[in-house]
């Protein structure tokens, strides 16, 4: 174990720049956007650092919280699964900030200071979450983030997001509670906390109700905050009345980073023999799985707003992500894994290109958004290609995991799993295509009828784009999109199977 | 067999990619250096792959692998003998329709010809990557990627009818690429652990009758870009795209990658051996069959110039999986050189069709009675290429067809011989006469003064070029035939 | 029956907070009225408090609080402590986060409900649906 002050760097630094940032608010707005970038930085910075040194040396990084030892201290425990997904959580934080930054100014301007406290903050509990290596300290972090997210989502929409929030707080508020409790009888059974020493002293107790009560409650809990249909109903709402900025940031890593948490607990905490030899859920939880992708899908050909459907199609991605990981063999966990990261980089590159669209248009309602293939050509492209990667059409990311996932699917021959994620690309090519359709033809459906091909002269459109800076973070996400598509190879060999042993 | 590593054939795939920005630089502000770029692109595409022909000739294969996806599964590239093929047919056409494109975009004064020049510069990427690919997995990529890139090639014009248009060609080509290919493939990799295309295929007893005939009907109808009924609507549905488009990507560039992708399975991953031995090549010959002989009939029927023409290569494109689906040597050969045959024959058709709209603005047939007096050169060219496709000497088409027929005769199919013979009537039925009543008719039923004026020249050229190189075919059918012999005994074990 | 009462009683604890959380679960799904939403989130909260709190709870314990004047001898040898005469205090020390938390949560969603009345001039639930739904 190589001592290292890089874990405790990595949520100090955002956390220490939100206090900052908040101070510097009430002084001088203008340096709240500086301070935040530079916390972020740190936070990026420190999280490569090590991801590079895990892969270079193979062990993992421990950090013990003011220098207490487990099983009393708080343990910061970084290994293969945690470094990716937290280089991941800091660059997605990063690339944000810097290409909200004129979202925000624009919007809100006065309370910009606030913002950028409270994103920091959200961050802060993001990278703890993914960081820590001890149950209670990850619901107080847990609590960190929902807390600050409800807090972004009400900045948004005065008429409904303050609603959609609170709605968002009951829902919240009942999933971390019922993982609280979940921990609360991992305790009363092990008498530790320590997501590492639970592991060796759960196995002599693998038939007591108590623990699978515990397990129970655990994996609902993080159920409910990752919006797995049907405890998903607080998502739609609370992310497309969101601020954009916001929603940027939360839409693709909340729901992740809950994903990863549930990961956790079956691989390090509980354990594959737990799960699946001694429990006999997982054939339920696929099934839940395929419906909630195709309920996903089905929900979202009913919306007319570009964000609504977003969400709804999140709601199907989280349905990838738990089916594979609960199917019981490696290349499903695989998929699953390698999916949190690719999710997070398409999802972040929808809303982007979104949000790109947003500042430009009124809002993002279908009837808005006829010729824009013409009027913001680049942000379009890029919104095209996080869609592409959204179908799963190579040699994007989303093409790989998906790969993964179906031949997970084979292996275990959860044939309606493998039908429900083919549906799924089916009906996201639907999806995507409609609104591309829309974009790309600049006419409403209703006049454009009879137009001779020879006289046909088309207005020159002016072009309307971005900002620069957003055009720039949507350009590097779009590349990082089809990178990590062709190095998921890299990334399987490297990172996952040596995770997974 | 010799294994060369080069870089050669990424570079042929990435030339025309790199030059879209600068097709975009330059934009519609400087049209003429536009067009440049693509010229440039597309030769030094072209003398790349020339370049790779003579090591192809002598039996060695050019590989690179890019990256490595899972184990037996990469995106590489492997230049064999009808990758080769059908990239030399790709990139030699490409630049003789950049050449018709010009005449035809400035002709009618059409817009958007910058979006237009690069998707179609990143369609031929995905078209020369797609006949180079060295597994399954690669050749996915790279026949979605060309899915998606002529998408705003067939909308172009962006007018409802192109919007119903459009979403057809994607409901077909995405649908069943999305719906039976992924499926299909995954599978196959589950089942062998590997995708390459190996000469014997790669299954080595995995897979029972059944499920080998469900699996090799997922490709056969998955890969709907090859036109098999009842996956073909698409192609007469993309002739509203126009005339540059509909000749390269649907007489060339498009609907080859569909049959290329069903010849590489049949060869590649299930073996030709494997199919005889379960006989499932009648299975495929049969659908094959009743393709050619449908679309024949159909074609009849249309009086749209353009919709004759689609319906005309949905039964040409069958011919090339019938010539694979004989498992004969000659018959192989035979669908293998049709896809050159077929080229170089249909986009003279589709030339003229395009001139003759540029020229008149006519689209039906019925209003071109006597047009040869107008336009005598291009229907002299129009005649050239409805008699390769027929299959008549002396152009290349005969040669094809000659070989199909004797595969035939060498694995006593009687029943694709007379689908053959018939469906070359009925060609015949549907093409001489337009021809006919272009040139012979009487002076009142003449639409057309007798005074020539013709197409631009830009548009007249390519399709000169491209009618004497289907006459010439007849007399040289190298380095086609070389190239489609050599493949062949490839697959048969040699 | 007996035995059946026994069993309950000895788990009283645990009854107790099921009751509870049941309570918060109620009011914070059923009623319509959002002050009383909050505080069944609240009651339900707590009630996860006291669970943890009684599992801590040790026969016969007192308060974990060592006082360096009393225990072991006067003055002489080191504190002998044995660990089963003071109750568990982790749970307690868990359980100060967790109000903390409840009462930051209680206090955004207040915020929270305050702009919503600020908005609408109501707390009622179905009356808010209805006025968002005509926006």
Not at chain 1, 271 to 285: M, R
């Amino acid at each position: 174990m190589t001592p290292t002050n890089y874990p405790a760097l990595l949520v100090l630094a955002p956390l220490v720049a939100a206090i900052v940032c908040s101070c510097a608010s009430w002084l001088r707005k203008t340096l709240c956007y500086p301070i935040a970038l530079v916390g972020l930085v740190v936070s990026f910075f420190s999280s490569t650092v090590l991801l590079s040194r895990i892969i270079a040396t193979g062990e993992e990084i421990t950090y013990y919280m003011a220098g207490w030892s487990p099983p009393f201290g708080i343990e910061y425990r970084i290994d293969l699964l945690n470094s990716v997904v937290l280089v991941a959580v800091t660059a997605i934080a990063l690339i944000n900030l810097l290409a909200s930054h004129q979202e925000v100014l624009r919007d809100a301007e006065e309370k910009s200071g606030t913002f950028y406290a409270v994103y920091l903050l959200f961050i802060t509990g993001l990278i703890g979450v993914v960081a820590t290596g001890d149950l209670f300290n990850l619901y107080v972090l847990l609590e960190i983030t929902s807390l600050t997210s409800y807090a972004l989502i009400a900045m948004g929409d005065p008429d409904r997001s303050p609603m959609a929030s609170l709605n968002y707080v009951f829902i919240g508020v009942i999933g971390a509670s019922f993982y609280l409790l979940g921990v609360g009888y991992i305790y009363i059974m092990t008498g530790s906390l320590n997501m590492m020493d639970v592991a060796t002293l759960l196995p002599p107790l693998h038939g007591s109700t108590a623990v699978l009560v515990a397990f129970l409650f655990c994996m609902i809990g993080v159920w409910i905050k990752m919006a797995l249909f049907p405890m998903h109903t607080w998502l739609p709402n609370a992310y497309a009345y969101a601020p954009i900025a916001a929603a940027r940031a939360i839409a693709p890593l909340m729901t992740k980073v809950m994903v990863y948490v549930m990961i956790r607990l079956m691989v390090t905490v509980f354990g594959y023999d737990y799960i699946f030899k001694a429990l006999h859920l997982s054939s339920s939880v696929v099934w839940l799985a395929a419906i909630a992708i195709v309920a996903g899908g089905i929900l979202a050909l009913g919306q007319r707003d570009l964000k609504k459907m977003a969400a709804y199609i999140i709601v199907s991605e989280i349905g990838y992500m738990v089916g594979g990981a609960w199917l019981g063999n490696n290349t499903g966990m695989t998929g699953s894994i390698l999916h949190i990261i690719n999710d997070a980089i398409m999802t972040f590159a929808l809303f982007l290109a979104m949000g790109n669209i947003a500042f430009r248009t009124k809002n993002l309602r279908f009837e808005n958004l006829s010729g824009l293939f013409a009027k913001m050509p680049w942000s379009m492209a890029g919104f095209a290609l996080a869609g592409l990667s959204i179908i799963g059409v190579p040699p994007t990311c989303g093409f790989f995991s998906k790969w993964y996932l179906v031949m997970g699917g084979l292996e275990a021959g959860a044939y309606h799993f493998v039908a429900a994620l083919i549906f799924s690309s089916l009906v996201c090519a639907i999806l995507f295509f409609r609104v591309f359709e829309i974009c790309f033809f600049e006419s409403a459906p209703g006049d454009a009828a009879a137009h001779d091909h020879q006289g046909h002269h088309h207005a020159e459109v002016a072009i309307e784009e971005a900002p620069v800076s957003s055009l720039i973070s949507l350009g590097v996400v779009s590349l990082l999109v089809i990178l990590v598509g062709v190095y998921s190879g890299t990334i399987v060999q490297t990172i996952i199977v040596p995770f997974l042993g | 067999m010799d294994i060369i590593t080069s870089i050669k054939p990424l570079l042929a795939v990435l030339v025309s990619l790199l030059v879209i920005p600068m097709l975009v630089f330059s934009s519609s502000k400087r049209p003429n250096v536009r067009e440049s770029w693509t010229f440039l692109a597309g030769t030094i595409k072209f003398l790349i792959i020339v370049s790779m022909v003579p090591a192809v000739l002598e039996g060695k294969q050019i590989v690179l692998t890019l990256f490595e996806i899972a184990p037996g599964a990469d995106i590489a590239f492997r230049v064999d003998a009808l990758g080769m093929l059908f990239a030399l047919v790709a990139s030699s056409l490409y630049i003789i329709t950049a050449m018709y494109s010009m005449g035809y975009m400035r002709g009618l004064n059409e817009h958007g010809q910058t979006r237009f020049v690069s998707f179609f510069a990143l369609a031929i990427s995905a078209t020369v990557g797609a006949a180079f690919s060295a597994n399954l997995l690669t050749l996915y990529l790279f026949y979605e990627i060309l899915s998606l890139a002529t998408y705003p090639l067939v909308t172009h014009h962006q007018d409802q009818a192109s919007r119903i248009a459009g979403r057809r060609y994607l409901t077909f080509i995405l649908g069943t690429s999305i719906g039976l290919v992924l499926p299909a493939m995954i599978w196959c990799y589950h089942a062998t652990g590997t995708l390459a295309f190996s000469p014997g295929g790669i299954f080595t007893g995995q897979l029972s009758v059944p499920a080998a005939t469900v699996l090799l009907l997922m490709f056969l109808f998955g890969f709907a870009k090859a036109g098999i009924m009842p996956c073909h609507s698409w192609l007469p549905a993309a002739m509203v795209a126009p005339t540059p488009v509909s000749a390269l990507l649907h007489a060339v560039a498009v609907v080859k990658v569909g049959v290329f992708s069903i010849v590489r399975v049949i060869t590649g991953i299930f073996g030709i051996d494997f199919l005889a031995t379960f006989d499932l090549g009648s299975l495929i010959a049969g659908i094959a069959s009743v393709t050619i002989i449908v679309s024949s009939c159909i074609a009849l029927s249309q009086d749209e110039f353009k919709r004759r023409l689609a319906y005309s290569t949905i039964g040409q494109l069958s011919y090339i999986v019938l010539g694979a689906a004989l498992l004969s040597p000659k018959g192989v050969t035979g669908g293998l050189l049709h896809i050159a045959m077929h080229a170089f024959g249909k986009i003279t058709l589709f030339f003229c069709a395009g001139a003759i709209f540029v020229a008149t603005g006519k689209k039906y047939l019925s209003q071109m009675v006597g047009i040869g007096r107008r336009m005598p050169v291009t229907m002299i060219a129009f005649f050239i290429g409805s008699l390769s496709i027929i299959g008549l000497p002396p152009t290349g088409g005969f040669i094809s067809k000659w070989y199909l027929v004797l595969g035939t005769l060498e694995g006593d199919q009687l029943v694709m011989l007379f689908v053959l013979l018939s469906s070359s009537m009925l060609n015949a039925a549907y093409f001489l006469p337009v021809f006919y009543k272009a040139f012979f008719c009487t002076d009142e039923e003449a639409m057309f003064e007798k005074r020539v004026d013709e197409a631009p020249m830009l548009c007249v050229v390519p399709l000169v070029i491209t009618a004497l190189v289907s006459f010439g075919l007849f007399f040289i059918p190298q380095p086609f035939l070389n190239l489609a012999a050599l493949a062949v005994n490839g697959f048969f074990g040699g | 029956m007996t035995d059946f009462f026994i069993v309950v009683m000895a788990k009283y604890n645990y009854w107790l907070y099921i009751i509870l959380m049941m309570i918060g679960l109620y009011a914070m799904i059923a009623k319509n009225n959002l002050m009383k939403k909050l505080v069944g989130m609240n009651i339900f909260q707590t009630a996860i408090i006291l669970f943890y709190i009684s599992i801590g709870y040790k026969i016969d314990a007192t308060i974990p609080i060592i006082e360096n004047a009393h225990g072991g001898g006067h003055g002489a040898g080191p504190l002998v402590i044995h660990a089963a005469d003071y109750i568990n205090p982790l749970p307690h020390v868990l359980m100060l986060t967790a109000i903390v938390v409840s009462v930051a949560t209680f206090g955004v969603a207040m915020a929270l409900a305050i702009k919503v009345y600020q908005r609408y001039q109501t707390l009622e639930e179905d009356e808010l649906r209805m006025h968002i739904r005509e926006k």
